[in-house]
């Protein structure tokens, strides 16, 4: 792909992740790496317009339902698609259902824009993440199969060691940090042919290990505040996305005044 491809408007699709949770602003909303990345298109393109279809929670049916066909309509020179991970994450999962509605979602998309662009999505290194990682395999391995049927890029960003790192995860241990979120942005960045600014990949310093005290503090402080109301929200059938709105409906101009501060 040409260092100097040009790209003129971004459609983003998906659930908390494309959203961009944990990297929070100041004023309580999140940016993420769809966020930095439609900054640092729009400084290299003129006009470049932008939109943020993605809601925190949300399953890969409502993102077939609620937000594909939106995201096709705008006819955009890329788009990305990450779904289907918080289904993996129920206690029930019907990976025949998750595939079929993503393959749904590709067949609609990859027609109606430039370049889809598709992500085997990170994971933290622990416990949790060894109970799903089979059903996270699965699913990601059905990204590939559909990214190579329809001309799709595929970002590996499981495959990242450094995306492991706790030290990248937010104290919900589900969401990004900033720093997580910056390098994925230039993963896409350089996965769409653009210049690289810097290894993505690049592991962090050594970690300084703390004590077994405040390790176990930190798992009670985790265990009350996120992991319990989780929880609650799967068995109850709720989502922490239930009535919330994209933060960015439709494609239009990325403005100077939209560009994320620096954290």
Known sequence: MEMNATYNSFVAVGDSFTEGMSDLLPDGSYRGWADLL??????RTPGFRYANLAVRGKLIGQIVEEQVDLAAAMKADVVTLVGGLNDTLRPKCDM???RGLLEEAVERLAPSCGRLVLMRSPGRNGPVMKRFRPRMEEL???VDELAARHGALVIDLYGAEVLGDQRMWD???LHLTAEGHRRVAEAVWQALGLAAEEDWRAPLP???RTGWVNRRAADVRFARRHLGPWIGRRLTGRSSGDGRPAKRPELLPYLPADEPACS
């Open 140 to 142: 990601f391995s059905y």
């Open 171 to 173: 104290v919900d241990r």
């Open 96 to 98: 025949g259902r998750v």
């Open 206 to 208: 050594p970690a300084v």
């Open 38 to 43: 439609a900054a640092r298109l729009a400084a």
